[in-house]
């Protein structure tokens, strides 16, 4: 087993648990005691991840994100101006990945007039704007229902990546800072988006100002892991010089 399989599995039993011994964490997820404090070493300088006598706690930074349903309405008049900046990106005949969120769901509707283009998305919302475009196909993952986010996930969403290509895929996120990197809530969401940065020759976050300088419980990885970010003005002065450092792009709306 790789690393990066054996720290996601620890990082999921503990989401899932909370808290959990060394003991049990080795027998469960078949992994040796030894390899497991390791591993635990190692994840507490990403994650909040607090070691207790005989095993770890993880600590939740932030709260969890409310709803997709309920998100919407947060910063709503900044996510629309991201998504119309955003969608100018995409030209006729591309393929385009829209993962599940708040943000990229705005980019939808501001598809109407592009010709021939495909979207592929995990999100039941993204896929239901995208099946009224006209000229436009939608492909939506497979896989198990997340009733808040109303996305799919798991192994069968995975799967159906590894089978696809996109032009240009838009991400969000729950957090964004420049020690742990770009940040999301949910350990399973990770690998699905992983697979979808591999499969994309371009990758967008699209993210309103709240969400840097904050800190959440599973990185995704270093910034550099998008080529553009598209947020909203209100964004600290600071954070463009930054990603423009790192060779990001970065456009203001």
Known sequence: MLSVEREERILTYLMERGKGSVQEMSRTLDISEVTVRRDLKRLGSRYPIRRIYGGAV????????????????????????????AAGFVQDGETVMLLGGSTTLEIVSHLRNRKNITIITDSMLIAEKAAKLQDTRCILLGGAVRPSELTMEGPLAQLCL???????????????????????????????????????SEVILVVDHSKFGQVATAVLGPPTIVQRVVTDSAVDPEIP?????????????
């Not at 939740?60 to 629309?80: G, H, N, Y």
């Not at 010089?241 to 709306?253: A, K, R, Y």
Request: charged share 25%; proline share 4%.
């Open 241 to 253: 010089v930054q990603l423009h450092e790192l060779g990001i792009e970065v456009t203001i709306v």
């Open 162 to 200: 590894k089978e696809l290509h996109a032009h240009r895929m838009f991400i969000g996120a729950r957090a964004i800072n420049f020690a742990q990197g770009i940040m999301l809530n949910e350990v399973s969401e990770v690998t699905l988006v992983r697979d979808g940065i591999r499969m994309a």
């Open 58 to 85: 993880l600590e939740r930074v932030i709260p969890l994100e409310p709803p997709v349903l309920q998100r919407r309405d947060l910063f709503a008049e900044e996510k629309q101006r991201i998504g119309q900046v």
